[in-house]
């Protein structure tokens, strides 16, 4: 699949997964970091969900403690990326200055934006938390998709369709694109994984 040439160069490459809660995010993030480690590809995930247990134990979820998150999840992967890894991070990331500041803090060569895009009611059908159940029944104010917007990408480097394709082929998807557009200049081509 190419994969030799994700490994080559001393720089590594942030894959960014954005999308609703329920979407697909964790369960496709996981499953890309080990099939790279399979190849040897040096990989780590960053989830969001535990992130905000420790690193980020600090923070809420006013606009200004979201904003934050995601600084510090941003940076924390560029780190991992300056080592040499692919770091792969899950977080909803709602609002595009969000995934903007990302790309920035990480550099616009090394930065992989995954759109899963995953119809609101699949994911409250999911609802793997029910988080969806308690954000309908007013416990969750703020909650991305009912009570706070999610804007979806409009020019993501990748977009998945979870309800139509396997957590494998969206993978395999995933993989084909870093080994085409790995050492890439600021160019997008949208893969769309059907």
């Not at 999308?19 to 993030?29: F, H, P, Q």
């Given at each position: 699949m190419g994969?030799?040439?994700?490994?080559?160069?001393?720089s590594g490459v942030v894959v960014w997964f954005t999308?609703?809660?329920?979407?697909?995010?964790?369960?496709?993030?996981r499953?890309?970091?080990?099939?790279?480690?399979?190849f040897a590809v040096p990989a780590t995930m960053l989830d969001g969900d535990v992130l905000r247990l420790g690193l980020n134990s600090d923070l809420g979820f006013s606009e200004a403690e979201r904003t934050e998150n995601l600084r510090r999840v941003a940076h924390v992967a560029a780190l991992f990326c300056q080592e040499g890894f692919v770091a792969v991070t899950a977080t909803i990331s709602p609002d595009p200055e969000h995934r903007a500041n990302a790309r920035r803090i990480v550099g616009e060569n090394r930065f992989v934006e995954v759109f899963v895009d995953t119809p609101l009611d699949v994911c409250e059908k999911r609802d793997p938390k029910g988080l969806y159940k308690r954000a309908r029944r007013g416990e969750i104010p703020q909650f991305t998709g009912i009570g706070s917007p999610y804007h979806s990408p409009q020019r993501p480097d990748?977009?998945?369709y979870t309800q139509r394709a396997s957590v494998d082929s969206c993978v395999d998807g995933i993989i084909e694109y870093?080994?085409?557009v790995h050492h890439m200049s600021a160019s997008h081509d949208d893969q769309r994984v059907a």
């Open positions: 994969l030799k040439s994700v490994k080559t160069g001393t999308g609703m809660s329920g979407a697909g995010k964790s369960t496709i993030a499953a890309l970091v080990d099939r790279l480690q399979t990748i977009t998945l870093l080994a085409r």
